[in-house]
């Protein structure tokens, strides 16, 4: 069995993008399933998605512990300790990542074990070329982790039209998909592995089972106040709101608007932005009336 | 009767324990047969014999809602509903126990619609079985006055901490008037001591969020299996609060009630008002020389399974009457007996009744047939398949209800 672990954040596709390989390897005559799983859905937080293909039934559900290849939408999500999308990975897997970074520079910066196969590829400039806008990288990411998976790349573009479709995006887009998806595999150079492979065991656990706690511990409640600053939701940002204070009229238009909280008023009034919170709903973009805001690509330099 | 005792109904009987257990905050919804008690607590606290707030609601699923909310906040909370208002409320039961907060609700019992119908049967409660409520089922005045204070102290204990269903029959307690003696208040001072808790609360600088969310399967089953164990905790804390309460007020209470148990070879099981009738038959069956008793389970929620099947096993016969229908499998009770009795080399056989359906009497000869199978199945015969409890005038009856409707 090849077990496949997609890594995104809500509006990057990697649902789509694992349901491509699923798709595709069920049209190639296996044996598929694929899932998401994911919180109350929000833009920009993570999800998680899984494919596994066999060629007999498959007698798994549910979250991939062990994957033979994980597929990362956004190398900001390398850093989040909660979503942590090497964990189990095989010790001769296949990680595909959308990064501008080497992948000497991916290996070397969180110690990748040397039989990992890393393939990196900047699909978002890629995709911001040939679709024009931030748009959704799931025709891409799904083409990428087929041919990790040994899938015919016909197949592969025949599943990103059926599962784009199913979507309902017009004709003209998903043209443009099929031509990102072409670009990124005329640039993937990625061995497959094997349908056949034996996947690494469930590492060994001993069991537990909970006894009475105290209720100040066992009742579904947090006592430590203020603990959200501790969750550094600027890393589901893909775009950077900047502010220009030349422009600035100091309405303080953004500063109510945020729905994070993550503009403040220094004391002349002028708003700064937490980027340790924004999660980049560019929603200041939009509000602020002198055009002070401006949205850059979010690029994460090591 | 003993000279205290006062003559009143069952909903003035729970009205009571809400008076004397010191309820703070009673949220309101009316619905047959139940809007007698917060009719009266409304008068309570209107004219400051109770001290608090009590709020009309706009519905019950509100109602329980703000029952949970009052209790996370410290407050000793009482309300009351009944069949229907139970069902709207459904959603909500499951989450205030969540919340482990503990009050008392009281559901006067009413046979679900539909059709619709006033009197009594459990499937209303019993709909709440796994709510995570636990659950105390009265067969007198007496007992539902009581059964409220008791509720409190085993509720707000620290190894529970959960919400708890006290229940009475529609009409044949609720509305049915008997002596109750009124436990004595100073005394119900000492046996319910101010709730102060220290896991949910409102105090100034001192910000908690509770009720959360939790994602991820592993959070979730840590607090649903707290819950679980909590509710186990209460059979526990049952004993001594039923042991504190025969010190301050000489009645004691297990979680079943055996009647005429110490010899019976056979026993009949049932619960609530019903009950009563049950231990009428019983006298008369023994008259006649059976070896017979009646076993009524009063706790249900948590399920005293192990007292239960003490007191079941080496019995040679026992039928169960279930006032409830699970349509589609049977009764609801006998199947929690006969998985308590399982696996015991002395479990006898257990008979499935279904009877009382919407306050349907179960007449002398229903009990006789029960008595007769048995008897019948003590002495070796086959155990019969489950059987609804329903008599000849009844079905005659029936017809001629059925030609008016012009169904022939």
Not at chain 2, 132 to 149: A, R
Not at chain 2, 157 to 185: H, K, Q, W, Y
Not at chain 2, 398 to 408: F, P, R, V, W
């Amino acid at each position: 069995m090849l077990r496949v672990r997609f890594h995104g954040r809500g509006g990057h596709g990697m649902k789509t993008a694992s349901r491509i390989l699923g798709t595709a390897a069920f049209r190639s005559g296996l044996f598929a399933q694929d899932s998401p799983v994911y919180g109350a859905e929000r833009r920009g937080a993570p999800i998680a998605a899984f494919t596994r293909i066999d060629r007999t039934l498959i007698l798994e559900r549910g979250a991939i512990a062990v994957p033979d290849i994980v597929v990362i939408a956004d190398d900001s999500l390398l850093d989040d300790p909660l979503v942590a999308p090497l964990s189990g990975l095989a010790p001769d897997g296949i990680l595909i990542l959308n990064s501008a970074n080497p992948p000497e520079a991916v290996r070397e910066r969180y110690s990748i074990p040397e039989d990992v196969r890393v393939f990196t590829l900047d699909v978002t400039e890629i995709a911001q070329r040939i679709l024009g806008h931030r748009a959704a990288v799931s025709a891409a990411m799904g083409v990428l982790s087929c041919r990790a998976a040994g899938i015919a790349d016909d197949v592969a573009l025949s599943a990103v039209r059926e599962e784009l479709g199913e979507i309902g995006l017009p004709e003209a887009l998903i043209r443009k998909n099929e031509n990102l998806a072409r670009a990124c595999l005329a640039e993937a150079d990625v061995t497959p592995l094997s349908v056949d492979r034996l996947g690494a065991p469930e590492p060994a656990v001993q069991l537990s089972v909970p006894a009475y706690d105290d209720p100040t511990v066992g009742t579904p409640s947090v006592y430590a106040p203020g603990n959200m600053p501790l969750r550094k939701t600027g890393g589901w940002r893909t775009v950077r709101p900047v502010i220009n204070l030349a422009l600035c009229n100091q309405c303080w238009i953004c500063f109510v608007r945020c729905p994070e909280g993550a503009i403040s008023l220094d004391e002349k009034d002028n708003p700064h932005i937490d980027y340790d919170h924004c999660k980049g709903c560019l929603i200041c973009v939009e509000e602020c009336p002198t055009k002070a805001v401006a949205e850059e690509k979010e690029v994460r330099t090591w | 009767m003993v000279s205290s005792a006062r003559m009143m109904t069952g909903n003035m009987a729970a009205a009571w324990g809400a008076r004397l257990s010191g309820a703070e905050y009673v949220p309101a919804y009316p619905i047959t047969p139940q809007t007698e008690i917060i009719e009266t607590l409304s008068r309570w606290f209107t004219d400051g014999t109770m001290r608090g707030k009590f709020v009309t609601m706009d519905s019950e699923h509100s109602m329980v809602t703000a029952a949970g909310a009052a209790a996370a906040a410290g407050a000793r909370v009482f309300t009351a509903t009944s069949s229907q208002g139970l069902l709207y409320a459904m959603e909500v039961l499951f989450t205030v126990s969540g919340w482990r907060v503990p009050f008392v609700l009281v559901n006067v019992s009413r046979g679900l619609a539909s059709p619709i119908t006033l009197e009594s049967d459990h499937n209303d409660v019993l709909a709440a079985r796994d709510s995570g409520f636990l659950q105390i089922h009265c067969e007198t005045c007496q007992e539902i006055v009581d059964s409220i204070l008791m509720a409190y102290r085993i509720g707000e204990d620290a190894r529970v901490l959960l919400p708890v269903l006290v229940n009475m029959d529609g009409f044949t307690l609720s509305f049915t008037r008997e002596p109750v003696i009124l436990p004595d208040a100073e005394a119900v001072k000492e046996y319910l001591p101010p709730y102060r808790p220290k896991h949910a609360f409102i105090r100034a600088s001192h910000p908690m969020a509770q009720g959360i969310a939790v994602l991820g399967g592993f959070i979730y089953s840590y607090f649903r299996y707290q819950q679980h164990l909590a509710a186990r905790n209460a059979l526990a804390v049952h004993e001594e609060a039923a042991v504190d309460f025969e010190r301050l007020f000489g009645r004691r209470y297990g979680f079943v009630d055996e009647y005429r148990m110490e010899d019976a070879e056979l026993v009949i099981v049932m619960s609530n008002a019903m009950a009563t009738r049950g231990k009428a038959a019983v006298n008369r069956l023994r008259e006649k020389g059976m070896r017979i008793g009646l076993l009524r389970l009063r706790v249900t929620r948590p399920w005293p399974g192990e007292a239960i099947s003490a007191v079941l096993a080496g019995r040679k016969a026992v039928a169960v009457l279930d006032q409830n229908i699970a349509p589609g499998a049977g009764g609801i009770f006998v199947t929690e007996i006969r998985s308590s009795l399982y696996g015991r080399k002395d479990a006898p056989p257990v008979l499935s009744y279904i009877g009382g359906l919407g306050g349907k009497e179960i007449s002398t000869a229903e009990f006789d047939q029960v008595a007769d199978d048995l008897r019948r199945v003590a002495a070796g015969g086959d155990v019969p398949p489950p059987r609804l409890l329903y008599t000849g005038p009844e079905a005659e009856k029936l017809h001629s209800l059925l030609h008016i409707a012009g169904k022939e």
